[in-house]
């Protein structure tokens, strides 16, 4: 087992092990952490038959292995048991760890995300039933174009969580790399000629996943958000997906927003220790 630089990583040979494995996670292609990760390499065992990525920044010469944005957990492909040596491995090359798994006994499972399962019955809420029919008027248009999303994203939702520029790059690299990846796509919600909402579905074997959607504060009133979900979800049971992932929050009042399509919690595992040394830590305390 070894850790490996991403410059040595042969994307082929990576991409195909990605696709033909029954891990569903967009993340864990090359470009998908081209696009998100500052820096990433991975712990490979063999000719690849174990592979684990692993996001990371280093800042003053302390190396953190972090799960980047844009991105609910990387994963491992191959032999679980593999695991506990794995992290073993990034023991020895970083001071601080805070990544996110599938569920495994190799951590703390103490995370969740939301996933409507479209094999089998679900039912909306009351409350999204009502604000889904407010927006039957509207229509959805599939682009090429993410001008309008991103426009939507940064007036609104960028700017109450006060993300970088930085970050709002990686978010446009993702997409773009999804749609020439032939992972994703954007519409538009129009209300007549006028665009009111805009959404990205990341599509990767029997799933989508929603990775963002937006519209200004007086459309979300009007039910904007709910119809493009239902629009979304109705576009994946056409195409024969079995899951829709919302992405998933820890957050009650938006994990509760999933839980209004159907939704039910998931459990996912996190790895976690920080052994920076003692002024590292400080100087976080400071910068918060």
């Known amino acids: 087992m070894r850790l490996v630089n991403r410059k040595d990583i042969n994307d082929e040979v990576w991409n195909r092990i990605i696709d033909s494995s029954t891990k569903e996670n967009y993340i864990l292609y090359t470009w998908a952490l081209d ?32 799960q980047q944005i844009y991105s609910r957990q990387v994963d491992w492909i191959g032999d679980e ?3 506990p040596k794995a992290i073993e491995l990034l023991k020895s090359e970083f001071s601080e760890c805070d990544v996110r798994i599938s569920k495994s006994e190799f951590g703390i499972s103490d995370q969740h995300f939301q996933v409507l399962d479209l094999e089998r019955d679900f039912e909306f809420s009351t409350n999204a039933k009502r604000l889904i029919k407010k927006s039957e008027k509207l229509n959805y248009v599939e682009t090429d174009d993410l001008s309008v999303l991103m426009r939507l994203y940064t007036s609104n939702t960028h700017e109450k969580l006060n993300n970088s520029n930085e970050n709002l790059s990686r978010l446009e690299n993702l997409m773009l790399s999804c749609k020439e990846n032939g992972k994703g796509y954007a519409f538009n919600a129009f209300e007549g000629e006028k665009i009111v909402g ?12 929603y990775l963002i959607g937006d519209s200004n504060p007086e459309q979300k009133k009007a039910g904007v958000v709910y119809g493009m979900m239902n629009y979304a979800i109705q576009k994946a049971q056409e195409k024969k997906m079995k ?46």
């Open 35 to 66: 696009a998100t990760a500052e820096n990433w390499c991975a712990i490979v065992e063999g000719d690849y038959n174990f592979i684990f990525p692993i996001p990371f920044s280093e800042i003053l010469g302390v190396k953190r292995a972090r």
């Open 81 to 83: 048991k593999l695991i």
């Open 198 to 209: 805009a959404c990205f579905i990341i599509e990767d074997k029997s799933t989508a996943t």
């Open 243 to 288: 899951r829709f992932d919302f992405g998933g929050s820890n957050v009650d009042s938006v994990a509760q927003f999933y839980k209004k399509f159907g939704a039910k919690n998931q459990i996912y595992t996190r790895i976690s220790w920080d052994n920076s040394p003692f002024w590292f830590k400080l100087l976080k305390k400071i910068r918060r």
